[in-house]
Structures are given as structure tokens and as C-alpha cells.
């Protein structure tokens, strides 16, 4: 039971990848919830979340999920990975200019 419950928590994280990814950040919001509650300590999912609630102004709501986050351990490669997402965005942005 554990092993299909991690399983699905993953696959609900990545829906919610991808639905961020398209601006859905409800329906990310929703997934990554999902993804929480069948794995509690799902850090990655808390902080995508966390990113999530950002765009809808639920600064509090962002802020809990990274607290979160933090306690449990972000894996340093999802927050490379979306340092190295966010500066080429804004490289891209900036070269527009």
C-alpha cells in the first residue's frame, strides 16, 4: 500500500508540474495537494505548492507550505532546478526589452 501510495503522490506532483507549467496554479494547487496528503512528508510537493499560492496572493498559505518545506528537506535538485527555470525566464524577459 505504501509503494502505490508513493507512486500516485508522484504522479499527482507531476500533474501539478505541468499544470503550473500552463498557468493552472488551481488545479497545481489541487494536485499537489493530493500528492500530500498520500505522502505527508512530500517536501518537493510543499514547495511547488508553496509557489502555487503566490500567484493568488495567499502569501500566508505560501509561506506555511515552505515552512513546511524547509522542516522536511526541499531535494536540493528541485530548488536548483527551479532557480535555473526562473533566471531563464527572466533572462528571456530581460533579452526582450
Not at 18 to 46: C, M, Q, R, W
Request: proline share 2%.
Amino acid at each position: 500500500m505504501a509503494d502505490q501510495n508513493q507512486e500516485l503522490a508522484q504522479k499527482y506532483f507531476n500533474s501539478g508540474v505541468e499544470n503550473s507549467k500552463k498557468g493552472e496554479v488551481k488545479l497545481a494547487i489541487e494536485d499537489y495537494t493530493h500528492a500530500i496528503e498520500l505522502k505527508p512528508d512530500f517536501a518537493d510537493a510543499y514547495y511547488c505548492c508553496s509557489k502555487a499560492w503566490l500567484p493568488l496572493g495567499e502569501e500566508e498559505k505560501a509561506k506555511a507550505d515552505m515552512k513546511i518545506a524547509r522542516e522536511i528537506g526541499i531535494n536540493i535538485n528541485t530548488a536548483i532546478d527551479d532557480l535555473l527555470h526562473r533566471y531563464e525566464h527572466a533572462w528571456k524577459t530581460l533579452g526582450n526589452i
